[in-house]
């Protein structure tokens, strides 16, 4: 199953256009992988999100 990584729901479960349009400015705050809730970090370059599971993303 995939998760919506802003709010955590499911991403089968519809449109999330609100997410969506936070998407485009803020980094993932969940993991689409496992839902889990990642640490996240805003640098001045970008952004890194770590889930403990699945291991980084960078933005």
Known sequence: MTWCDRCGESAAAGPHP???TARA???PR???RC???M???VLPVGWS???VEHGELRG
């Open 39 to 41: 640490k996240v970090q």
């Open 35 to 37: 839902r889990r809730r």
């Open 49 to 51: 999100a770590v889930c």
């Open 18 to 20: 609100g997410c969506a």
């Open 30 to 32: 969940y993991c689409a």
């Open 25 to 27: 400015l803020e980094p």
